[in-house]
């Protein structure tokens, strides 16, 4: 008899794992995940066992490979299970991270059975503080250069900077760096940094370019 589950959106998604025994098995919906520190994951399975039994009780091993996950002071008030089958855990920690495995037992003696290898939790911190600056900070004559560059502090590192203009779809460079030469007035506007890690991503605030024509500004200054 296979027992099928819904299966929730996922940060990371690999390839199934199933391992069956005599017809046994736990199937579950994804190899790894990769999860930030303070929030929300879900993962489901579907099992299989023998004709003729009952399923009497389903849970989620803790870390310990022995305890109800519910049971453990370490998550209070932190996991609940959809169904049976669905683990949901909140306010995640990097202590979090670890492999958990999904159990059921039925009505036959000795008849329990553990999904193995089970699915791996990497909890992490995305990239945060994430900031663009300008340089030359002063007054951006024409035809000047014009250096932008990103910072992020992350756990596992950046990966990818990918630099924006608002308003503009497409994006304008990739790299930590990104330098316009030989500037011109049309090149004014805010620009912003996307970083990018395994994890997932996120946007600096903007930088505001103000390009002057040479002429104008000597005129100003004279």
Known sequence: MTKAVHVLGLLQISVAVVL????WEVKYTTQSICAYTGSTVEISCT???????TV?????LSPDG???LTQDQAYSGRVTYTGGNTLRITDLR????????????TDQAGGKYTGQPGFILSVTDGPKNTRATLSPSGEIVEGSLVTLTCSSDANPPVDKYTWYKKKVTS???SGQSYSIANIRSEDSGE?????ENKCGRFNSSSVFVDVHCEYNLLSALN
């Open 56 to 60: 009497t009780s389903t849970f989620w």
């Open 171 to 173: 994006p304008k460079a």
């Open 66 to 68: 022995v305890t109800d």
């Open 94 to 105: 990097t202590s979090d991270s670890a492999v958990y495995r999904f159990r059921f037992i």
């Open 191 to 195: 620009y912003y940094c996307e970083a």
């Open 20 to 23: 069956a025994q005599n017809g």
């Open 47 to 53: 099992y299989t066992y023998p004709s003729g039994l």
